[in-house]
Every structure is written in C-alpha cells, then in structure tokens.
C-alpha cells in the first residue's frame, strides 16, 4: 500500500513539476516578447515601413507568386487613378488639357472604372497626358486636393509599369499603394527576441479598430508624413495633414494606457519635404514659425518641437524618442527600426533568474531619457 502511495506521489510530483516547467518556459517566452503597435494618421507611411521590415528581416522567405500579382495589379491601378484625380482635379482648378490631341484620351481615361486594366496603349497615353502642360499645371497645385505621394513616380513609369513584360521591382512594391484595412501583424524573430509590429489603417474610418491591438503593448512607432504640412486629407480636404497628426498624436499621449510605454516618432518622407519646402513656407501649416523660408533642417527641428512639447504638456518628463526618415530608403528604416530595438532591449532588460532590472524603474528611464 505505501509503495502504491509512493508511487502515485511521485507521478504527481513528476506532473506538477513538468506544469510547472512549461510554465517557466512560457514565462521567460513572454518576457522576450515585444509587441510594437504602428499608429499614424492616413498616408503617414506605416505600410512602407511595414513592406521595409519584411524585406530587411526576410519576413515570409519573400514574396509569393499571389503576393507579386497583387502588387502588380495594385500598382497599375494606382497609375490609372492618379492621373483621374489630376483630370477632376483640373476641372476643379479650371485648368484645361493644353494640347488639344489629348482631349479626347483625357476623357477616356477620366470615364475608366475601378475594373480597367492598364494595357499598353493606355499607359502611352497616360505618359502623354502626364507630360501635358496643362497636367503639369494642376499637379503643381497638388497642396489643394488629396493625391498619392508617389504619384510621380507612378506617371514618370506609366509605360514601364503598363508594358506586357513588366517585372515588378522592390521599388515598386514600396511605392504601391495599397490601403490597409483591418489589422496586419509582422513578425520578426531574432533568438531569443521577437517582435510583433502590429499595423491597422490609419484613416479615421479605421481608428476604431485601434483600441483591439492596445494590451500589452512594449512601444509605439508613430508615423508623421512631414511632407503632410502642405497636404490635405483623403476623408477631408479642408482638413491639414500635419495638423490632424498631432491632434491624434495628443489623443495617444494623453491614453493612460500608454503612460509607461515607450513611444517613438518617425518622421517620414523627408525626402519629399525637402523638395517642397523649397517652394511652400512651413507657415502654410504654422503661421507662428519664424525659421527661414526654404531651409529644411530648421523646418524639420520646429515640427520636431512640436512633439516634445505634447508630450512635455501632458506626461511631464517623459521623452519622445524622434527620428527623422525616408521610409522608401532601406538603410533609413534599418537603422531607425535597430534603435527601436536597442532602446527596448535596455529597457526591458532581465537577469539571468527572469526578472525584468528595468521594468521597475521604467519610469524613471523614461523620463530621464536615460538609457
């Protein structure tokens, strides 16, 4: 009987301890786990980023068959649709075709539904219209209706893109737009590390989805399109860019769900704000700036104010880790997204017993900005 006992012991000893070591197992997992949620208001840059990970980290072992067609179709349907909002555009604006053998491939190409296909003969005439005087003079005025940013290189590679033996490039991948609904998360893996970079659509029709990615939550990358101080909104063209961004970047910072995480700023597209700083003042956006007019760097510093200075308002202290990108360059987003990694690591760092040494005073860390 005792030796039944003792052995029924043991089994149930031999049980608990084998709970209790898949628990630990699970546990020191958890403790290497970083879930980083992507937030940024519409055309930000967030699926940019999101295509750059996956290239730089080989998310997926790379691009399927399926995902190659999808970005080819997309890609030709961003081409037909950006030259359409430059001919409403130009009926808008009252600024007519100049070359009066495009009118009629002009309203052609305005009455094509969302099902057309760009074929050859249309990708030549869109090439045509784009370098129409009349084209390029409603695009100039691109600061006063909502259009692409990368509606340029759509139209500059409109024969290119709509050729029959077209071969999609990295480049294209990363200038297609495809508008992201709903939530998609990428996961990269780098023992004994992984990080879950969470995107969902930044439009305001999407926004409600955002409150579902909010539990454990280890940082924030917020996405600014810098060029947006001199753009409008695709719900509402009344509506500045830039401005909407701090709006919802105030409204993340005031959450008192995200009082200790971690959050960081990228401010995207600086390769487009430089070229349009050139021409539009920052005072289009905000009439308070007195930098000089036509200089970059002074521009990018006063937006960068801006952001400490919600942060300084409504969590004291705190810091906001900001840099400034072009998400569409490689070595840009590798290097802004191994300081997001580094700065983590630091933060959340544990011994070798599990506990995390910095979790206690993250605080304090983050409010010093001390590493």
Same mark, same amino acid.
Not at 100 to 108: F, I, M, S, T, W
Not at 126 to 142: C, F, K, M, N, P
Not at 196 to 202: E, F, I, K, L, T
């Given at each position: 009987?005792?030796?039944?006992?003792?052995?029924?012991?043991?089994?149930?000893?031999? @049980?608990?301890?084998?709970?209790?070591?898949?628990?630990?197992? /699970?546990?020191?997992?958890?403790?290497?786990?970083?879930?980083?949620?992507?937030?940024?208001?519409?055309?930000?840059?967030?699926?940019?980023?999101?295509?750059?990970?996956?290239?730089? &980290?080989?998310?997926?072992? $790379?691009?399927?068959?399926?995902?190659?067609?999808? &970005?080819?179709?997309?890609?030709?349907?961003?081409?037909?649709?950006?030259?359409?909002?430059? #001919?409403?555009? $130009?009926?808008? #604006?009252?600024?007519?075709?100049?070359?009066?053998?495009?009118?009629?491939?002009?309203?052609?190409?305005?009455?094509?539904?969302?099902? /057309?296909?760009? @074929? %050859? *003969?249309?990708?030549?005439?869109?090439?045509?219209?784009?370098?129409?005087?009349?084209?390029?003079?409603?695009?100039?005025?691109?600061?006063?209706?909502?259009?692409?940013?990368?509606?340029?290189?759509?139209?500059?590679? /409109?024969?290119?893109?709509?050729?029959?033996?077209?071969?999609?490039?990295? %480049?294209?991948?990363?200038?297609?737009?495809?508008?992201?609904?709903?939530?998609?998360?990428? @996961?990269?893996?780098?023992?004994?590390?992984?990080?879950?970079?969470?995107?969902?659509?930044?439009? =305001?029709?999407? =926004?409600?989805?955002?409150?579902?990615?909010?539990?454990?939550?280890?940082?924030?990358?917020?996405?600014?399109?810098?060029?947006? &101080?001199?753009?409008?909104?695709?719900?509402?063209?009344?509506?500045?860019?830039?401005?909407?961004?701090?709006?919802?970047? %105030?409204?993340?910072?005031?959450? *008192?769900?995200?009082?200790?995480? *971690?959050?960081?700023?990228?401010?995207?597209?600086?390769?487009?704000?430089?070229?349009?700083?050139?021409?539009?003042? #920052?005072?289009?956006?905000?009439?308070?700036?007195?930098? *000089?007019?036509? %200089?970059?760097?002074?521009?990018?510093?006063?937006?960068?104010?801006? &952001?400490?200075?919600?942060?300084?308002?409504?969590?004291?202290?705190? @810091?906001?880790?900001?840099?400034?990108? /072009?998400?569409?360059?490689?070595?840009?987003?590798?290097?802004?997204?191994?300081?997001?990694?580094?700065?983590?690591?630091?933060?959340?760092?544990?011994?070798?017993?599990?506990?995390?040494?910095? =979790?206690?005073?993250?605080?304090?860390? #983050?409010?010093?900005?001390?590493?």
């Amino acid at each position: 009987m005792g030796c039944i006992q003792s052995r029924i012991g043991s089994e149930v000893n031999g @049980t608990k301890n084998e709970v209790d070591q898949m628990l630990e197992e /699970a546990k020191e997992e958890e403790q290497y786990h970083n879930k980083i949620l992507l937030l940024g208001a519409g055309e930000s840059g967030k699926s940019t980023v999101v295509k750059q990970i996956k290239m730089i &980290y080989k998310v997926g072992g $790379g691009m399927t068959d399926r995902e190659r067609n999808d &970005y080819t179709s997309a890609i030709r349907r961003n081409t037909i649709e950006v030259m359409q909002v430059l #001919l409403e555009a $130009g009926k808008t #604006l009252n600024i007519p075709i100049a070359d009066p053998d495009l009118v009629a491939d002009a309203k052609e190409i305005y009455a094509l539904g969302s099902d /057309a296909e760009l @074929t %050859e *003969p249309l990708g030549q005439k869109i090439s045509a219209l784009w370098h129409d005087e009349g084209v390029q003079a409603v695009y100039a005025r691109r600061d006063e209706f909502w259009l692409l940013d990368a509606t340029k290189y759509f139209l500059d590679e /409109a024969i290119r893109i709509s050729s029959d033996g077209f071969e999609l490039t990295e %480049e294209d991948m990363i200038m297609t737009r495809i508008r992201t609904t709903g939530i998609v998360i990428t @996961t990269i893996s780098e023992n004994p590390y992984t990080y879950d970079v969470v995107d969902v659509g930044g439009q =305001r029709s999407e =926004r409600r989805k955002w409150i579902h990615c909010f539990d454990d939550v280890r940082a924030i990358i917020f996405l600014e399109g810098l060029s947006g &101080y001199n753009q409008v909104l695709f719900e509402d063209s009344s509506v500045n860019r830039m401005q909407e961004s701090l709006q919802l970047f %105030e409204e993340i910072v005031k959450n *008192p769900l995200f009082k200790n995480t *971690p959050i960081f700023v990228f401010l995207n597209k600086k390769d487009l704000f430089e070229e349009m700083i050139l021409k539009h003042s #920052l005072k289009v956006c905000f009439p308070e700036y007195d930098g *000089p007019d036509g %200089e970059a760097r002074p521009a990018v510093q006063f937006i960068e104010s801006k &952001y400490h200075q919600i942060m300084a308002q409504h969590q004291p202290g705190k @810091t906001v880790y900001v840099q400034v990108i /072009a998400a569409r360059v490689r070595m840009d987003m590798k290097i802004a997204f191994n300081e997001v990694k580094d700065t983590l690591k630091k933060i959340y760092a544990f011994d070798k017993k599990g506990k995390n040494q910095s =979790r206690k005073n993250i605080s304090r860390k #983050l409010i010093s900005g001390k590493s």
